[in-house]
Nanobody
Framework: QLLLVESGGGLVQPGGSLRLSCAAS????????VGWFRQAPGKEREGVSC????????NYTDSVKGRFTISRDNAKNTVYLQMNSLKPEETAVYYC??????????????WGQGNQVTVSW
């Protein structure tokens, strides 16, 4: 019943941009913090960004600061991750998760299915 539906992934050239969307079904996303994580093959799942439920404060891992922006559209029950100036090393499956703002993925209760983001020429 608690479903996060992701979209916006795909192939992008280095330096390009993508906007990932995380739309909630079956629950009201405004009451939850939402985190974005990514996982490359053979790598641990890495926290990218999160946005809090209460005041909408945001956090970013150092490597994406200044390039990525997380935001909410509460009317659409959706959280976005705008990714600019993408780098090849950021190729990964990107996941959104609802819960509390934390860098520990095990502390999130609901996850999307993941979107492949490939940054390549």
């Amino acid at each position: 019943q608690l479903l996060l539906v992701e979209s916006g992934g795909g192939l992008v050239q280095p330096g390009g941009s993508l906007r990932l969307s995380c739309a909630a079904s079956g629950f009201t996303l405004v009451y939850y913090a939402v985190g974005w994580f990514r996982q490359a093959p053979g790598k641990e799942r890495e926290g990218v960004s999160c946005i809090s439920s209460s005041v909408g404060s945001t956090n970013y891992t150092d490597s994406v600061k200044g390039r990525f922006t997380i935001s909410r559209d509460n009317a659409k029950n959706t959280v976005y991750l705008q990714m600019n100036s993408l780098k090849p090393e950021e190729t990964a499956v990107y996941y959104c998760a609802a819960g509390e703002c934390t860098w520990r993925p095990e502390e999130y209760g609901s996850w999307g299915q993941g979107n492949q983001v490939t940054v390549s020429w």
